[in-house]
């Protein structure tokens, strides 16, 4: 059974840092591209950032760039959204999501396989 299960989200103040865990069970997790998408109240989903199965390749959002990173750590099946500098409008709800193995990474939402529950980000003014 495949699982994706993120963790790390919360309220921060503007400024403040969260970071995000993505933990994925039943997949060959160092073959897969992962990324991180999020949906803020009455908008589309948006790709973050997303990362290669060897980590060398990324693709991200311009409007993270600066101030989120993205990391994986094979060994223990997990990817990392570190966020800092947050602003009100990263509120969101930030989902994980996997791409089927062997695949490269895109922003494409369309294109991931795999999917997690989504943890709620809230960042106050």
């Known amino acids: 059974q495949v699982q994706l299960v993120e963790s790390g989200g919360g309220l921060v103040q503007a400024g403040g840092s969260l970071r995000l865990s993505c933990v994925a069970s039943?997949?060959?997790?160092?073959?897969?591209?992962m990324g991180w998408f999020r949906q803020a109240p009455g908008k589309e989903r948006e790709c973050v950032f997303a990362?290669?199965?060897?980590?060398?390749?990324?693709v991200y959002a311009n409007s993270v760039k600066g101030r989120f990173t993205i990391s994986r750590d094979n060994d223990k099946n997990t990817v990392f959204l570190q966020m800092n500098s947050l602003k009100p409008e990263d509120t969101a709800v930030y989902y994980c999501?996997?791409?089927?193995?062997?695949?490269?990474?895109?922003?494409?939402?369309?294109?991931?396989?795999?999917w997690g529950q989504g943890t709620q980000v809230t960042v106050s003014s």
């Open positions: 039943g997949l060959p997790f160092s073959s897969l591209a």
């Open positions: 990362i290669s199965a060897s980590g060398v390749n990324i």
């Open positions: 999501a996997a791409r089927r193995p062997y695949s490269f990474p895109t922003n494409r939402e369309d294109e991931y396989d795999y």
